[in-house]
């Protein structure tokens, strides 16, 4: 670490490819800078009044402003009502607007014809039958979020820093197009990435200090972890390539 408190890396290798990454839960520029940094390419704002992370339409004007043109921006809601939702798309005009509640394929299918944009289809995991609705949504949501479900006491759909069983996830067989969410930090994004190969991952309670309050800090070791992890996909890929042709 610098004498500024900044953490000095090298430049990430050209040869590391990464799954599509989503940081979620953002509150300030300073929070999209230390992601964009990194190399970033979506980041989620949460209009959900208990969540930490919760952020009202002018905070949410304000920093998709501060971002536009460097990242996508995806704005969670959670059962919202379509006066609601009608606000979002107009005024924040987010590229994704992430569907985190119960809703059912109906209703993504009502959100998407009211607003005009892509939705994302938050669905909760803790038993292999969750899993069922995957089919149920693809025909109406642009793109599927696995989330743990919520733990006993919580309001919060998501959030919670808490992982399901990702070999729930085997009876999708080749099915990898989905975001991965729920716990994931910088002590296991290296093993999500190895056991699941999921098409995206989306991070937020494990990357803060406190709830709602990120921490760069574990910004960067989230990213250094899942470069790591890339770069040593990339080396046994080599390796194995070089060993068959030998």
């Known amino acids: 670490m610098s004498l500024t408190g900044r953490f000095d890396r090298p430049n990430r290798?050209?040869?590391?490819?990464?799954?599509?990454?989503?940081?979620?839960?953002?509150?300030?520029?300073?929070?999209?800078?230390?992601?964009l940094e990194r190399g970033g390419?979506?980041?989620?704002?949460?209009?959900?009044a208990p969540s930490p992370r919760h952020l009202e339409m002018e905070a949410m004007m304000r920093l998709r402003a501060h971002a536009l043109g460097r990242a996508a921006v995806t704005v969670v809601t959670v059962d919202a009502d379509?006066?609601?939702?009608?606000?979002?798309?107009?005024?924040?005009?987010?590229?994704?607007?992430?569907?985190?509640?119960?809703?059912?394929?109906?209703?993504?299918?009502?959100?998407a014809a009211l607003t005009g944009l892509p939705v994302m289809k938050a669905i909760s995991v803790s038993v292999p039958q969750d899993l069922e609705a995957v089919a149920r949504f693809r025909p109406v949501a642009d793109r599927i979020l696995l989330d743990a479900k919520r733990p006993k006491g919580s309001v919060l759909p998501g959030g919670n820093g808490v992982s399901f069983d990702w070999s729930l996830l085997d009876a999708l067989g080749e099915d990898r197009q989905f975001l991965l969410s729920g716990g994931i930090n910088p002590s296991n994004v290296a093993e999500a990435v190895?056991?699941?190969?999921?098409?995206?991952?989306?991070?937020?309670?494990?990357?803060?200090s406190a709830p709602g309050r990120k921490d760069a800090g574990l910004i960067h070791r989230f990213f250094d972890a899942l470069d790591a992890a890339a770069l040593a996909d990339a080396s046994d890929a080599s390796s194995s390539l070089e060993r068959r042709f030998a």
């Open 41 to 48: 390419k979506e980041i989620g704002f949460i209009h959900f």
């Open 82 to 111: 379509n006066e609601t939702l009608a606000r979002i798309a107009e005024r924040i005009r987010p590229d994704t607007l992430q569907l985190h509640g119960s809703e059912s394929p109906a209703r993504v299918a009502e959100i």
């Open 194 to 208: 190895r056991r699941v190969r999921p098409q995206g991952l989306d991070a937020s309670s494990g990357l803060e």
């Open 13 to 35: 290798d050209e040869r590391v490819t990464r799954p599509h990454i989503k940081i979620c839960g953002l509150k300030t520029e300073a929070d999209i800078d230390t992601v």
